[in-house]
């Protein structure tokens, strides 16, 4: 079982920048790929940075160039330190945790509870 806890969201001016923070605690050794999402009202679900175990990441086109996600593995933490926001970015942003199954071969994915962005003057 992994538990994510997330922080930093918030209201931001757009040109602002703003971090959020993930912190995974429970059955974190199988974790393979963590992230985040995010969803707007009417939208589905979308990704916006992925970053493995071994520090390779991947962007949503949105947000690349503005976006950097980054792990730190001692504190099973990772950060989405978002710069130049716009009011598009307004969303809910989702923690996600990635499990591989070794015993039947499935992935399993967490999700933290949420936590609002929102950019607006």
């Known amino acids: 079982q992994v538990q994510l806890v997330e922080s930093g969201g918030g209201l931001v001016q757009p040109g602002g920048s703003l971090r959020l923070s993930c912190a995974a605690s429970?059955?974190?050794?199988?974790?393979?790929?963590m992230g985040w999402y995010r969803q707007a009202p009417g939208k589905q679900r979308e990704l916006v940075a992925h970053?493995?175990?071994?520090?390779?990441?991947n962007y949503a086109d949105s947000v690349k160039g503005r976006f950097t996600i980054s792990r730190d593995n001692a504190k099973n933490t990772v950060y989405l330190q978002m710069n130049n926001l716009k009011p598009e970015d307004t969303a809910v942003y989702y923690c996600?945790?990635?499990?591989?199954?070794?015993?039947?071969?499935?992935?399993?994915?967490?999700w933290g509870q949420g936590t609002q962005v929102t950019v607006s003057s």
């Open positions: 970053i493995t175990s071994g520090g390779s990441s």
């Open positions: 429970g059955s974190i050794r199988s974790i393979v790929r």
């Open positions: 996600n945790a990635r499990d591989f199954d070794v015993v039947i071969t499935m992935i399993k994915d967490y």
